[in-house]
């Protein structure tokens, strides 16, 4: 089974710094897609960034961006620029390619602080 | 506008007292599921459907049911709710071809006493 793991509950970075949430992720399949989720106070769940996994070259989203690691099952999220309104558990998640249910499985989640 | 709804938004029963929340996609969605999420848990997949009249289970579907009888409309039935299904509940749909982005809904509190 594919388990994904966030190993940083817990996060906290100076307002306009970079930060980088960790993610593992294990699996014995080729392809598969990662995703970056974010859920603000309000609860949603909101797409940060998606990648992948045929595609070597790192996904980017405006001041997000990833460093995916496919022989180490990394995938990190790099947040450049930090703004007040990026504070929210950041939550990892996989999803296998193939034709079938689409389940996502993710990770426990990454509470993210934003200093002023 | 795009979306998924989901109702109630806030919900608080009793054990034992059959409660359904309703999910409704406006996207023609093939896939929809459900997930709950529970503190230091992520979330988990209840339920999923890839068609009308087809669902089968998630990771964690004891004391729930579904039912897909119409395509843009996927409720969640918890015929006898216990305590440890107080959690907060999300309805997703995506086309099921393969790459699609999973839509989420603005999720439903539920607090079982």
């Known amino acids: 089974a594919q388990t994904v793991t966030q190993s940083q509950p817990e996060m906290s970075v100076q307002e306009a710094e970079t930060v980088t949430l960790s993610c593992t992720y294990d699996?014995?399949?080729?392809?598969?897609?990662l995703f970056w989720y974010k859920q603000p106070p309000s609860r949603q769940m909101i797409l940060v960034i998606r990648?992948?996994?045929?595609?070597?070259q790192n996904a980017t989203e405006n001041r997000f961006s990833v460093n995916f690691q496919k022989a180490a099952k990394s995938f990190s999220l790099k947040i450049s620029d930090s703004q007040l309104g990026d504070a929210a558990m950041y939550f990892c998640a996989y999803r296998l390619t193939n034709f079938g249910n689409e389940k996502l499985t993710f990770g426990t989640g990454t509470r993210l602080t934003i200093i002023p | 506008e795009a979306q998924v709804t989901q109702n109630p938004r806030y919900l608080i029963t009793v054990t034992g007292k059959k409660l359904t929340v309703t999910c409704s996609q406006n996207m023609n969605h093939e896939y929809m599921s459900w997930y709950r999420q529970d503190p230091g848990l992520g979330l988990r997949q209840i339920y999923y459907s890839m068609n009308v009249e087809v669902t089968d289970k998630g990771d964690v579907p004891e004391g729930y049911k579904v039912s897909r009888k119409e395509k843009r409309n996927f409720p969640l039935i918890l015929e006898s709710p216990s305590p440890n299904q107080t959690s907060l509940y999300f309805c997703?749909?995506?086309?099921?071809?393969?790459?699609?982005?999973?839509?989420f809904g603005p999720g439903t509190r539920l607090l079982v006493l």
């Open positions: 699996t014995s399949e080729s392809d598969y897609y």
């Open positions: 990648q992948e996994a045929y595609k070597q």
């Open positions: 997703a749909s995506s086309r099921l071809a393969g790459d699609e982005t999973q839509y």
